[in-house]
């Protein structure tokens, strides 16, 4: 079992920065991927960023240029650099992680983006 703990959400306006950050607990050898997924109200989740344990990541292209994902394997941690906020990005953003089975979530952090 994996644990997730997400921090760094709030509120901020147009243009502005934030940055979230995802602590693993638990089996956390197992992990090969973490990456930050949001869902806004009225829609379905959707990827937002994703970083292999090779340091390669993906974007969605909503956020290429914006964003920027970064994990720590010594840390166990995985953050999420965004920059030039924009309403669109309102969501609740999840942690996730995967193993070789399994699929782990955080409980999510909120970000608003409102002026």
């Known amino acids: 079992q994996v644990q997730l703990i997400e921090s760094g959400g709030g509120l901020v306006q147009p243009g502005g920065s934030l940055r979230l950050s995802c602590a693993a607990s638990?089996?956390?050898?197992?992990?090969?991927?973490m990456g930050w997924y949001r869902q806004a109200p009225g829609k379905e989740r959707e990827l937002v960023a994703v970083a292999t344990g090779g340091g390669s990541a993906n974007y969605a292209d909503s956020v290429k240029g914006r964003f920027t994902i970064s994990r720590n394997n010594l840390k166990n941690t995985v953050d999420l650099q965004m920059n030039s906020l924009k309403l669109e990005d309102t969501a609740l953003y999840y942690c996730?992680?995967?193993?070789?089975?399994?699929?782990?979530w955080g409980t999510g952090t909120l970000v608003t983006v409102s002026s």
């Open positions: 996730n992680a995967r193993d070789a089975v399994s699929n782990y």
């Open positions: 638990g089996s956390i050898f197992s992990i090969r991927t």
